[in-house]
């Protein structure tokens, strides 16, 4: 069965979905879960895709544009057209490792700012398809970082938060224009 979801991996002039950016409050909202997969929820899946494309993304969960439900897509290769985008909806975390990795990372709700974050090197997740089907996934490295990012917005956390360095974090605000009143670190 193919997906339905589909989209070609190409930017589009005008995205269907506007990405919030730091300090919107839509970002901060707890996603909802999703009792029923069907087309409605396969249509938003393929808006996502096509607005995560067009911004040059590898994820995008539905709160960055403001639709609160637990729905996260990934692609950690969108320039390879034969790799499938994930849709992750309802994910949890089932197991991680002890083992923690420091990497850059960025955010499409805060463009311009690269910052390292410290998690866990691989997670496995449980996760329901664009069809309702139950699927587990063991996933490491990028895509172990992709998932844990996107996850976190559904719980309004933001990567900005997980940062541990604030000199750094400071500057990196500062001079892309974002305040740092909009960070809410995560204890």
């Given at each position: 069965m193919t997906s339905e979801v589909l989209v070609e991996k190409k930017k589009l002039e005008n995205p269907p979905l506007d990405i919030r950016v730091l300090g919107d409050r839509a970002l901060r909202q707890p996603a909802k879960r999703i009792t029923k997969v069907?087309?409605?929820?396969?249509?938003?899946?393929?808006?996502?895709?096509?607005?995560?494309?067009?911004?040059?993304?590898?994820?995008?969960?539905?709160?960055?544009?403001?639709?609160?439900?637990?729905?996260?897509?990934?692609?950690?290769?969108?320039?390879?057209?034969?790799?499938?985008?994930?849709?992750?909806?309802?994910?949890?975390?089932?197991?991680?490792?002890?083992?923690?990795?420091?990497?850059?990372e960025g955010c499409l709700s805060i463009p311009k700012v690269y910052l390292?974050?410290?998690?866990?090197?691989?997670?496995?997740?449980?996760?329901?398809?664009?069809?309702?089907?139950?699927?587990?996934?063991?996933?490491?490295?990028?895509l172990s970082r992709a998932i844990q990012h996107e996850m976190d917005h559904l719980n309004g956390v933001l990567f900005v938060d997980r940062v541990e360095n604030s000199l750094a974090l400071t500057q990196e605000?500062?001079?892309?224009?974002f305040s740092t009143h909009a960070v809410k670190p995560v204890a």
């Open positions: 069907d087309s409605e929820i396969r249509e938003l899946v393929r808006e996502m895709l096509q607005t995560m494309y067009s911004a040059d993304g590898i994820g995008l969960a539905a709160p960055q544009v403001a639709v609160q439900k637990q729905l996260i897509v990934v692609d950690c290769e969108p320039d390879n057209a034969a790799n499938q985008p994930l849709v992750l909806i309802n994910p949890t975390i089932k197991a991680l490792t002890r083992d923690l990795c420091v990497a850059q390292d974050v410290k998690r866990p090197e691989a997670i496995e997740v449980a996760y329901k398809d664009e069809y309702g089907r139950p699927r587990t996934l063991k996933a490491t490295g990028l605000l500062n001079k892309h224009g």
